[in-house]
């Protein structure tokens, strides 16, 4: 029986997760990058302004950075979400539905077997049909 309830807790909670899809999905991105050049501000005036040391070189000297934060909501999925949602609803009234007649089905058995039971151990002789205790 616990098989049957899990699967109906997983059905369930699938069709909570559906549910979540509704909104919108929310990304951030950050960036951060740092570089070295070996090479002076005036540059540009005096082709000698540059050094030949390797950490000169790599020493990072300049930073960029980047932040963004981005908005994706697909409005056009709304309507396949309402079918599915209702979908998964129909799986879950047939799980529920299996549950319910695994439970009839053993508490028939064990009704049987108690009768069956009673029979051969003569609790209330002659209150037993021929056919139960066969």
């Not at 999925?77 to 979908?87: F, P």
């Not at 053993?106 to 049987?112: G, H, I």
Request: hydrophobic fraction near 30%; aromatic fraction near 14%; proline fraction near 2%.
């Amino acid at each position: 029986m616990a098989l049957y309830k899990s699967r109906i807790n997983v059905s369930e909670q699938e069709k909570q997760f559906l549910k979540t899809q509704y909104y919108p999905s929310f990304s951030m991105v950050g960036i951060f990058q740092t570089r070295g050049s070996g090479f002076g501000n005036g540059y540009a005036q005096n082709q000698n302004d540059y050094s030949t040391s390797y950490w000169d070189g790599i020493h990072p000297t300049r930073s960029n950075y980047l932040l963004g934060l981005g908005v994706s909501w697909n409005f056009t999925r709304t309507y396949r979400l309402s079918k599915e949602i209702s979908a998964q609803d129909y799986v879950s009234q047939g799980l529920k539905h299996e549950y319910d007649l695994a439970e009839q089905q053993l508490k028939a058995q064990l009704d049987l077997s108690e009768n069956k039971w009673k029979c051969h151990h003569g609790v209330r002789p002659g209150s037993c049909s021929v056919k139960i205790c066969q």
